[in-house]
């Protein structure tokens, strides 16, 4: 395998395990043995357990966007585009509940590692140019204090759906918010 291969495989299975079981209970050693490489070539890949694991949870959300985006811009209108970005950020949240303590436990080390906000300004600049951008078309009012609305809303969603456990009724709760954010158009 090629250096680059090796590496997205490294976080392929990364993802994979700190997503099933919690960021403690994961170690290096079975990180390594089950891409096929010694400790010490996994951390010639990564410094330590908290980088492997932050950029693992960055290459997850990164494959997600790079399948998503594009049908999300390709939508006809911004309404279309706006629900259809409802759509996929609630299919994410369902289908990867675990993801949503991975992302609690990776900010933690963080702050363990000095560097809880650095880390996630371009993370999160890259999702508010594209809410923002689609609430600008959507012609609503202060578009970029929307688009931090609605990534605040995804979060508290995603970490909600996971604490108790997935019981709303997901269609409510998508035209509730379709309502919400296109209240205050400009006329």
């Known amino acids: 395998m090629k250096r680059k291969e090796t590496k997205e495989r490294i976080l392929e299975v990364a993802l994979e395990l700190f997503s099933e079981r919690a960021y403690d ?3 290096m050693e079975e990180i390594a043995k089950k891409v096929g490489l010694s400790k010490g070539g996994l ?4 410094s330590s357990k908290y980088e492997l694991a932050k950029e693992a949870l960055l290459y997850g959300f990164e494959q997600w966007t790079k399948e998503i985006f ?4 390709s939508a006809k209108s911004p309404e279309d585009k706006f629900k259809a970005l409802i759509d996929y950020s609630f299919e994410f949240i369902l289908n ?5 303590r991975f992302f609690l436990e990776v900010y933690e080390e963080g702050i363990k590692h000095g560097n809880g906000l650095e880390q996630w300004k371009g993370f999160y ?3 508010l140019e594209l809410f923002g951008s689609i609430f600008e078309e959507l012609g609503v009012l202060n578009p970029r ?4 609305l609605f990534g605040a809303l995804l979060d508290g969603l995603a970490i909600h759906y996971l ?3 997935g019981y709303f009724d ?3 709760l998508k035209k509730e918010i379709l309502e919400i954010f296109l209240a205050g158009r400009k006329d």
């Open 163 to 165: 604490m108790a456990g």
């Open 25 to 27: 209970d994961v170690s």
């Open 96 to 100: 990867n509940p675990k993801l949503s």
């Open 70 to 73: 594009p049908k999300i811009l």
């Open 170 to 172: 997901i269609r409510d």
């Open 145 to 148: 204090v929307r688009a931090i």
């Open 43 to 46: 951390f010639y890949y990564f």
């Open 125 to 127: 600049e890259e999702y």
